[in-house]
């Protein structure tokens, strides 16, 4: 486990019961995105594909300061490229904005890239709006911006274009 020793953060592997605040911060970062209006799950659902079924649909790595507080977390999963294998990608990493620049999302970032290089996992992919002050971040670590150095455009069928095509 990792320490942050400024907020006696732990960094560790989510439980089904932190989905609840798990929630909440995905709905924080769905506001601060502005995009809160796509968010159309609750924790239920979050327990549920991550903890219930035989093959949980992500994993989630949390921060919590020592009262069990959750100030940010990861949240991934196992992909699959054609080209290289195994992939994670990394949906969702948020902290709070009071415990930002401190280190913790370099935490939590480093906490699932650990996991991806122990299990030989050929590639970590993320997305981020290209606004988002988080593009800086992820460049510092190495991370390479695939819109720009290789043309690739990422697109996405959402629940209403799935209906249309079957009408």
């Given amino acids: 486990m990792l320490k942050c020793q400024e907020f006696n953060v732990t960094v560790r592997k989510a439980k089904r019961e932190?989905?609840?605040?798990?929630?909440?911060?995905?709905?924080?970062?769905?506001e601060y995105?502005?995009?809160e209006h796509q968010v159309c799950i609750d924790d239920k659902i979050l327990q549920e594909d991550g903890f219930d079924k035989e093959t949980p649909a992500f994993t989630c790595i949390v921060a919590e300061l020592s009262d069990g507080h959750i100030v940010g977390y990861a949240l991934y999963y196992y992909s699959y490229s054609t080209w290289v294998?195994?992939?994670?990608?990394?949906?969702?990493?948020?902290?709070?904005?009071?415990?930002?620049?401190?280190?913790?999302?370099?935490?939590?970032?480093?906490?699932?890239a650990k996991i991806a290089h122990n299990a030989s996992i050929r590639r970590m992919d993320l997305h981020v709006?290209?606004?988002?002050?988080?593009?800086?971040?992820?460049?510092?670590?190495?991370?390479?911006?695939?819109?720009?150095?290789?043309?690739?455009?990422?697109?996405?069928m959402d629940h209403n274009c799935l209906n249309r095509l079957f009408s």
Avoid: C
């Fill in 33 to 35: 995105e502005k995009l």
């Fill in 129 to 156: 709006l290209s606004w988002n002050p988080a593009v800086d971040f992820y460049k510092s670590l190495g991370a390479n911006d695939l819109t720009k150095t290789e043309n690739w455009h990422f697109f996405r």
């Fill in 18 to 30: 932190d989905m609840v605040q798990v929630y909440k911060l995905i709905k924080a970062l769905a």
């Fill in 85 to 112: 294998g195994r992939s994670i990608l990394l949906e969702d990493l948020y902290v709070q904005p009071a415990y930002r620049r401190n280190g913790i999302g370099k935490q939590l970032f480093m906490a699932v």
